[in-house]
Structures are given as C-alpha cells and as structure tokens.
C-alpha cells in the first residue's frame, strides 16, 4: 500500500534536527514525510496530510491581541502555517499540530491563546528540557484517549504560550495537572489533533507513536475518499 505522503512544517533554525524525528515516526507508522517551511514550497494538493511543527512563539497580532510579554516571533512562518492550517480544515485534509503547531490549529480555527501561560497557571511547573518532566491528564471522553490510551502520561512540553479560547470545532484532550490545556482535537472530520508536547522525541514510546499512526490512518483515509475520524477510531481500537 503506498504510504501518504504528510507535509511537515518546521522552523528554518532547527528544522534541520527535528524534521529527522518527526519522518522517522512518519514512517514507522506508515508514511512519509516532506519537508516545508517559509523559505521552501508548501503545497496542499501534493499532500495527504500535514504536520505543523514546533519552535517559536506565535504573534499575538493572529488572534487579534497585542504582543504583551517578551517573545522570539517569526512572521514568515507564521503566516505560512496560518494559511496552511486554515485551508486545511476547509479542504478536509488531517493536521497534526505539535507545540506551537497546536497553538496554531486553534488559532486558525478561531482561537485564542494565553502569552504567558504560567501566570495564568502558576501551579503548572515550566520545564526546560527535551526529557518528559511533565505529566498529562487525558480527558476520558477524548478520541486521544483511544488513540493513546487514558492513562496519564509524562511528556516532554517546553512551551510558554497555551490555549486560552478553543477555536470551532475543537475541544479540549488533555489538560496537564495544573489545569492547562495540553492537547486539542477537532469533534469530526477533518482529522485534528494539537498536542503540547514533543512525541517526535518520544519515538521509543508507543503511545507517542500512536499519535502519528493517527493521522497517517486519517490521511490514508482521505486519500482513499472515506471518512477520517471513524478510521482512526477503528484502528486504535484494533491496535490499542
């Protein structure tokens, strides 16, 4: 079966380290992966899917607030990944948004965000490192739940932004002991889940890779003209 083929969004600073990560779980769970950013092409119609990535924090300006606290932006891609996942949810394909990529699904379906999500959540404890410090919540009646089971799980989340309103159509998935949202999802079809975290470093983990399973099952669905959601609904029972 061919694989789909899932175009990944990354920073021009450290895309170069992270998209190795992001494809290798691309292909053990069945795709593969095409590097995009702002100063490569990005074009829907060649993907089944895509991946929006993490790195820096999100210009306030997108969702109509201004910039309050101190943050590193970048508009170029900003505006690349705006109108990526816009599009994507009209043109029904899958997105997995991680970190900032989260951020940006909700912010592209109509959300908002918390600058400094620490001084809204001050018992939520910042971590800075790679290592999985933190510990998730997922919600039981979320899809995540099937996909990566309900069981709370300890991930590797370094971001200073947060979701504040939730965007249409999405609900919250995961919250971590704090109370801050950790991960999002789209109700129906397109396939969307925002996480967090960084499961590309967590490739060792199977729920982690049940995250990228998901939307390879989801693209492969939309390629094949059916439905996306009761795919991925199908196999992680099958699999889980």
């Keep these: 079966m061919t694989r789909p083929l899932i175009g990944v969004t990354t920073s021009s600073r450290s895309g170069w380290r992270v998209f190795p990560f992001i494809n290798l779980n691309l292909w053990l769970t069945g795709g593969r992966g095409l590097r995009w950013g702002a100063r490569r092409p990005a074009d829907l119609d060649k993907v089944d899917g895509i991946v929006i990535g993490g790195g820096d924090d999100i210009s306030p300006e997108l969702y109509g607030t201004e910039v309050l606290t101190t943050a590193r932006l970048d508009p170029a891609r900003d505006a690349l990944e705006h109108g990526l996942a816009r599009e994507a949810l009209i043109r029904n394909i899958p997105v997995l948004g991680i970190c900032r990529g989260a951020q940006m699904l909700n912010v592209a379906a109509g959300g908002s965000l918390h600058q400094n999500a620490w001084q809204v959540h001050p018992t939520s404890r910042p971590v800075k490192t790679v290592l999985p410090k933190r510990m ?3 919600q039981a009646n979320a899809r995540l739940a099937l996909i990566a089971g309900t069981e709370p799980m300890r991930v590797n ?3 200073s932004q947060a979701v504040d309103r939730l965007g249409d159509g999405f609900r919250v998935a995961a919250r ?3 109370g801050m949202v950790q991960a999002i999802e789209r109700v ?10 960084h499961p590309e470093y967590l490739v060792y983990a199977r729920r982690q890779r049940a995250i990228f399973r998901a939307l390879v099952t989801a693209a492969r669905a939309r390629a094949q003209h059916r439905l996306q959601t009761p795919d991925v609904t199908r196999d992680a029972l099958t699999t889980g």
């Design 136 to 138: 998730v919540e997922v």
């Design 157 to 159: 989340a370094l971001h």
């Design 176 to 178: 971590d002991t704090g």
């Design 188 to 197: 129906e079809d397109p396939f969307a889940l925002g996480v967090q975290w």
